[in-house]
């Protein structure tokens, strides 16, 4: 087949700089060393982290997680935390390591600051996502978490102090029905975009190749909501057949047809090994074998 390798793809420098923590830290300390919750949204990524000495602790609620290690050194995720999980790591003797990504502490920062200034803040965001509770517990009671313009509709907000952001993984196109939402309702909120400059790119470079492929196959996880949303932008603005596989075993040869052009793409979190192997089974695959 006739693959385009779509640029920039896979890993981020915020997903480089916390695998680079965890191993340093599953090699050279002393005791055990945990993640708590996925590091990055891949589990390939986090097997491998495993072989090196960092053990997933893996709860939807981080302090329950946090009351299953009785000592050493955990890892708070990429996606960063709520200050509440950081304090209870620290109160019980924890070494802590931070992996947040800086771009998602630019949206922590906003947030204080904002909340230090009486504003209420709409947060368009993906429920149940580790990013959002981290990002809403920097100002419990202020942050007011929409994924939807219905959301934005039952809110129960009022005052000249309203901003709106955004969880840093979303796509420009499905969070600006929600800003536009809160535009309509508070034609003065302060709107701040904070989806990063990685997702972007990935995006902004999946919807140009879909103009010259058929289908786009996107290697990532289903956890991954940067990767998700790749899919999402091109089927939803170019129309086209796109596909979310974990490895190369999720690629169905049945999408495949003689003349085909396919573009592959990877996700912020998704190693460079797993999606060239995706790659080299695409480009040996033929689809009209002789
Ligand atoms: Fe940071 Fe963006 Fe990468 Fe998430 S996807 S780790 S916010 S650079």
């Not at 947040?100 to 630019?106: G, I, K, L």
């Not at 039952?154 to 901003?163: E, K, N, S």
């Not at 289908?215 to 796109?242: H, T, W």
């Not at 047809?257 to 990877?266: K, N, S």
Request: glycine share 8%; with cysteine; proline share 5%.
């Amino acid at each position: 087949m006739d693959v385009l390798r779509i640029t920039p793809r896979g890993f981020c420098h915020g997903v480089v700089d916390a695998i680079r923590l965890a191993n340093e830290a599953g090699e050279t300390l002393e005791g055990p060393v945990y993640m708590l919750g996925y590091l990055v949204h891949n589990a390939h990524v986090v097997s491998e982290l495993a072989q090196h000495g960092v053990q997933l602790i893996d709860f939807d609620d981080r302090l329950a997680g946090l009351d299953k290690i009785e000592h050493g050194t955990v890892i708070l995720t990429a996606h960063g935390v709520s200050p509440a999980v950081k304090d209870r790591a620290v109160a019980k003797g924890l070494t802590v390591i931070d992996a947040t990504c800086s771009d998602v502490y630019v949206t922590h920062d906003l947030i204080i600051d904002l909340a230090e200034r009486d504003y209420q803040i709409i947060y368009v965001g993906k429920a149940g996502h580790p990013e959002p509770e981290g990002a809403i517990g920097e100002a419990p009671g202020r942050v007011h978490l929409v994924g939807t313009p219905d959301d934005v509709a039952a809110l129960d907000l009022d005052g000249p102090r309203i901003a709106v952001t955004t969880q840093t993984t979303l796509s420009i196109w499905d969070t600006q029905d929600v800003i536009d939402a809160v535009r309509a309702r508070w034609p003065h909120a302060e709107v701040h975009n904070d989806i990063c400059l990685a997702t972007q790119d990935r995006q902004e470079a999946a919807v140009r190749a879909a103009d010259s492929c058929d289908l786009i196959i996107v290697v990532g996880s289903q956890r991954s909501s940067n990767s998700k949303r790749l899919v999402e932008v091109v089927r939803d603005i170019k129309n086209k057949p796109a596909f979310l596989v974990d490895d190369v075993a999720d690629v169905d040869s049945a999408w495949f047809e003689p003349g085909m052009r396919v573009g592959v793409t990877a996700g912020a979190s998704t190693p460079a090994r797993v999606t060239r192997e995706v790659i080299e089974f695409v480009e040996a695959f033929d689809p009209a074998p002789a």
